[in-house]
């Protein structure tokens, strides 16, 4: 796996935007992250739809991969970090947190986040609606109604869409950046990408295992 | 007891006399035969009346001897159309009362009513009509088999229609199902005339114990063939252009006779037609109505009913018409532009005239001036009887996976007994037992991958030694899914304030915003908000509004109708007396002849002219636009192979157009290596993204193997944690089970339909033996400039094509 960074900043404040689908936050030692969907394979399976568990295993592996490298002892997940049930995958999320000695998981409950509050408890996760860490607040879903904030959300798993000659299209996965807000692609492979907006004015950072790239609209 | 002197077949003629009518010498064929315990096919044009050769077939055998036919399921009729079942009940059940029988007739399918099934399933009428994903439906029910125990005959209507496709490998699979249920079955099949005769038959019926006849109905339906032309001819022709101009030819048509039927090839033409039809002629409110697959059912089923009692004067519409119910008022059709293919066509123009001593009359409107030279090759492919093959479709896994969870949903299945039945179908005939194995590991363990996952247990081996699915849920979701129709992520369109307008394709909506204006089902709509998988609008005064256009529309010409259409165009020259398209066409001709040159049936074109926006190669091979797509590319590919260049490609039925910024190395030394056939397959995998053609066959394959779970348009509850796309699915599996069946199924259908490597081939050998000709053209041509407008089209918005096509145009003509 190939780490690449571009820092950008916004609010005065310093991000650095990794090509691995999470961005690191030096000043407060941790990694914003947003819909890992655990479980999701397994719910699939246990529906009838096979699909293996090694793609969680590997986005697991990408995610030990940005907490070494960056050395960061708090996870922000701004949402969805669980897909439906409790199930195998979740047990297997759970033996590979088990390895992390002191890192603290804050989760921004997103709409998939349904597990019961024993379970959450079970896992020693800060559960939050709603989080302010100046200068910006994190929600799960963007909205525009809150016009006094800077808001860094998730959910929608962004994506961009590149037409190129002869019919040529091009989907890549990136973060989305307006002057109110900044929405993180998601961080599970398993995941589609979502090409349409109805905001104006945005930034797009796609990324390739090669390369991270800016499109202004 | 001798047939001919039997008790049953006095009735019948005695019934059919008294409407003073006798059985064709078909039917008295079919009737004797099925006596005789013969399966068989009946091939026979429309309105002659093939149903009732196999439908009476049934009640003289059960007249002559009642005693065989126990109380239950006697006829199984599958259809491949629910609107034909409807109207096909309503004729049996009169022929049932009329001779005094006491059967009952029903229909069962999508549209039937949960009481009218659960009654169905209690006690099964005599006669059922239904469809191959209806069948297999009703083997995902328990205890299933007492319901076929005593079938004696299944009729497969329009079987040329589901050959060919996965929906005829469904009808096989539901053959050998019930023939397992009903050993002494007789399986009759019904089928208009196809290329392939022979070889439906042997699809239809491979079972080497039944004795089997195919009948063939001498008689032949009379068909006139009209070519309108237009008022002057345009030397520079484009698609779409003549429509405004030819509205004025059609009015008189259908002010001529007592209802037309006006046919488009897609649904955004229809749309338009229907506009320009009526802003020509207001008073035709009312009385002309526009159908097509995407207006509601309701309003489809009301127009359907208007046209059959002869309410409606005219009905613009699309293939969505193509089959069904006979609509005895309709007198006269017409076709608006080309209609790609030779079997089409005639199955269009039989939608007129429809009694058995009528003549079908057609109408042929051209939307541009090159459209004649097909209508040329149709009428002599038709006088040479030389109609489209439909081949039939092989190891769909997809689809035999599928069929393995219906059983397993219903009675269980025990593996060996279900392999060695499998294997008797055609479309199964060479399937391995690894194969077999890998199709029973994927739906136990999910794929070879997915050994040791506990919870997906789809289908388990029950104690009892069958394959079953113990869960409701996934029963229930597999049941939602079965059948092989994947239709385009549709949504519904709704008025604010209520009732529906029909559907409309995801990828058209998205790049509306709210108020934008629209037009679906001939009305003016006013984007309101997308909510649940539906679109709600309202009523829009907007002058100017889009007309949708649909993924699915673009057929391409067959490989008959091109060949016909080469030998047209190099007759052009020197047209028939009686040949009055060629003779119109004259001018068209001689200025190709004179700028550049017409092939003859041994010859190849290759175009090259230099204009302002650079430098463009054109070839013609006709072989329909997705075979122009793949040659287009390996075409580039080789070129640049000798000087890297960047193309912009643009393609129609015709030829293709390569157009560069740089000159095009292309000359009489090289051409001929260019356009060789040698290493063809290489370089053509080589050139194109078989990647990315497969991903996109996988779509299919994905919801048929149900991989994917579709969400049905305008209902809440789509199982939104279950959604994934086909896509996403075939990156993991190409990256973790590159190995797979379905994986390798969709590289198999891109290579036998996306890139119709037969038919490459062939063009390539076509190729080799012509004399190659390459002419540097001073600007356009004829034949080159529809290729030109087409790919503008494909970069530039409309307002703006009809200024920059009337400047191409005078450039053109400078030269004169």
New interface residues.
């Given amino acids: 796996m190939n780490i690449l960074t571009k820092h950008i900043t916004i609010k005065n404040e310093e991000l650095t935007l990794t090509n691995q689908r999470a961005i690191y936050w030096k000043r407060e030692d941790a990694l914003i992250l947003s819909d890992i969907h655990i479980g999701k394979t397994?719910?699939?399976?246990?529906?009838?739809?096979?699909?293996?568990?090694?793609?969680l295993l590997k986005d697991l592996a990408r995610l030990k991969s940005l907490i070494g490298y960056f050395k960061v002892n708090r996870l922000l997940i701004v949402g969805d970090l669980f897909?439906?049930e409790s199930?195998?995958d979740v047990q297997t999320f759970k033996k590979w947190l088990a390895q992390f000695e002191g890192i603290k998981l804050i989760l921004i409950k997103g709409n998939?986040d349904r597990l019961s509050k024993s379970l959450m408890d079970d896992f020693n996760i800060q559960i939050e609606t709603e989080l302010i860490i100046e200068p910006f607040t994190f929600i799960h879903e963007y909205s525009e109604e809150r016009h006094d904030a800077f808001i860094i959300s998730g959910h929608t798993h962004p994506g961009v869409l590149l037409k190129g000659?002869?019919?040529q299209r091009l989907k890549l996965p990136c973060y989305q950046v307006t002057n109110d807000g900044l929405i993180l692609p998601a961080f599970s492979l398993?995941?589609?990408l979502n090409t349409?907006t109805k905001k104006s004015g945005i930034i797009s950072y796609a990324f390739l295992e090669s390369g991270i790239y800016k499109f202004t609209e | 007891m001798n047939f001919k002197e039997s008790e049953g077949l006095r009735i019948i003629n005695n019934w059919m006399a008294e409407k003073g009518q006798a059985p064709f010498p078909f039917q008295l064929q079919t009737w004797q035969r099925y006596a005789n315990g013969y399966s068989g096919m009946v091939i026979a044009p429309t309105g002659f009346g093939k149903t009732f050769s196999v439908f009476l077939a049934v009640v003289i055998d059960y007249l002559n001897h009642p005693e065989k036919y126990p109380k239950g399921l006697k006829l199984l009729w599958i259809s491949p159309l629910r609107s034909l079942a409807k109207d096909l009940a309503k004729a049996i059940t009169e022929a049932v009362d009329d001779i005094g029988l006491d059967w009952s007739v029903q229909v069962r399918n999508g549209d039937t009513p949960t009481s009218v099934r659960r009654k169905q399933e209690r006690l099964m009428p005599d006669v059922l009509l239904t469809t191959p994903e209806t069948m297999h439906l009703l083997f995902s029910q328990k205890k299933n088999s007492r319901w076929f125990k005593n079938v004696e005959c299944v009729a497969i209507d329009e079987w040329h229609e589901l050959l060919g496709n996965k929906r005829g490998v469904l009808t096989e699979l539901a053959i050998s199902q019930l023939r397992h249920h009903a050993p002494r079955l007789r399986i009759w099949g019904i089928t208009a005339t196809i290329g392939n005769l022979e070889e439906a038959k042997n699809v239809l019926l491979p079972y080497q114990d039944l004795k089997v006849i195919h009948i063939i109905a001498k008689q032949k339906k009379k068909l006139d063939i009209i070519s309108v032309l237009p008022d002057e001819i345009e030397v520079l022709p484009w698609a779409g252009h003549l429509g405004a101009k030819m509205v004025d030819k059609i009015l008189p048509i259908i002010a001529s006779n007592t209802t037309t039927l006006i046919f488009t090839n897609t649904r955004g033409q229809a749309e338009l037609w229907y506009q320009l039809l009526l802003s020509a002629q207001p008073d035709l409110a009312g009385l002309l109505a526009i159908h097509h697959g995407s207006i509601d059912k309701k309003l489809r089923n009301w127009i359907e009913d208007n046209i059959a009692s002869g309410y409606l004067k005219a009905v613009v519409c699309t293939s969505s018409l193509d089959l069904g119910v006979d609509f005895k008022p309709v007198d006269c059709v017409i076709q608006i532009g080309s209609v790609k293919g030779i079997a089409r066509f005639m199955q269009r123009a039989g939608r007129s005239g429809h009694s058995p001593f009528e003549r079908s009359k057609i109408y042929f409107v051209p939307t541009h001036s090159l459209e004649l030279v097909e209508i040329s090759a149709l009428k002599e492919a038709i006088r040479e009887n030389q109609i489209e093959s439909r081949d039939p479709m092989v190891l769909t896994f997809d689809v035999l996976v599928q069929f393995m969870?219906t059983l397993a949903v219903g009675e269980g299945f025990d593996s060996q007994e279900l392999l060695y039945r499998i294997q008797k179908t055609h479309a199964f005939h060479y399937i391995t037992e690894e194969d077999w194995q890998w199709c029973l590991n994927?739906i136990t363990?999910?794929?070879k991958?997915?050994n040791s996952?506990?919870?997906?247990h789809?289908v388990v081996l029950d104690e009892d030694g069958k394959y079953k699915v113990k869960?409701r849920?996934?029963s229930m979701?597999?049941r939602m899914n079965i059948g092989a129709i994947v239709s385009d992520v549709n949504l519904k369109v709704k008025y604010f304030s209520g009732g529906y307008i029909g559907m409309i394709e995801e990828f058209f909506v998205?790049k509306l915003k709210p108020g934008d204006s629209f037009i679906l089902a001939g009305r003016v709509l006013e984007l309101v908000q997308i909510k649940d998988m539906t679109v709600l609008v309202r009523r829009s005064k907007a002058k100017k509004a889009v007309s949708p256009s649909w993924l699915g529309g673009r057929l391409p010409l067959t490989s008959h109708l091109s060949h016909f259409l080469r030998l047209k165009l190099s007759d052009a020259l020197e047209p028939g007396r009686f040949e009055k398209e060629l003779r119109f066409l004259n001018p068209l001709v001689s200025r190709q002849e004179k700028h550049s040159h017409i092939p003859k049936a041994n010859e190849f074109l290759v175009e090259s002219i230099k204009t302002r926006d650079g430098y463009h190669l054109f070839m013609y091979p006709f072989e329909g636009r997705l075979v122009h797509e793949v040659f287009s590319a390996l075409i580039a590919y080789r070129i640049s192979k000798l000087k890297p260049l960047?193309?912009?490609?643009a393609m129609n039925d015709y030829g293709f157009e390569l157009l560069s910024d740089q000159p095009i190395p292309v000359n009489e030394e090289n051409i001929t290596e260019l356009l060789s056939k040698e290493r063809l397959m290489d370089d053509v995998i080589a050139s194109i993204n078989a990647s990315e053609m497969a991903s996109r066959k996988f779509r299919d394959i994905a919801v048929i193997a149900?991989?994917?779970?579709q969400s049905q348009p305008g209902t809440r509850k789509n199982n939104k944690?279950?959604q994934?796309?086909s896509?996403?699915?075939f990156r993991?599996l190409e990256d973790?089970?590159p190995d797979n069946l379905l994986l390798r199924q969709a590289y198999t259908e891109v290579f036998n339909q996306q890139l119709e490597e037969v038919r490459l081939q062939s063009a390539f050998e076509r190729i080799s033996k012509s004399n190659i000709i390459l002419k540097r053209a001073e600007s356009f041509t004829p034949l080159s400039f529809p290729l030109k407008v087409d790919s503008l089209r494909?970069t530039m918005s409309n307002e703006n094509l009809d200024k920059r096509i009337q400047r191409i145009k005078e450039q053109a003509f400078k030269i004169d």
């Fill in positions: 397994a719910h699939f399976r246990r529906h009838g739809i096979p699909v293996p568990d090694a793609i897909h439906a199930n195998v998939h000659k002869g019919k398993f995941t589609g349409r | 969870v994927f363990k999910g794929g991958t997915l996952y506990e919870e997906f789809k869960s849920r996934i979701l597999h998205s960047t193309f912009t490609i149900g991989l994917v779970v944690s279950l994934s796309s896509g996403l699915i993991v973790y089970e494909g």
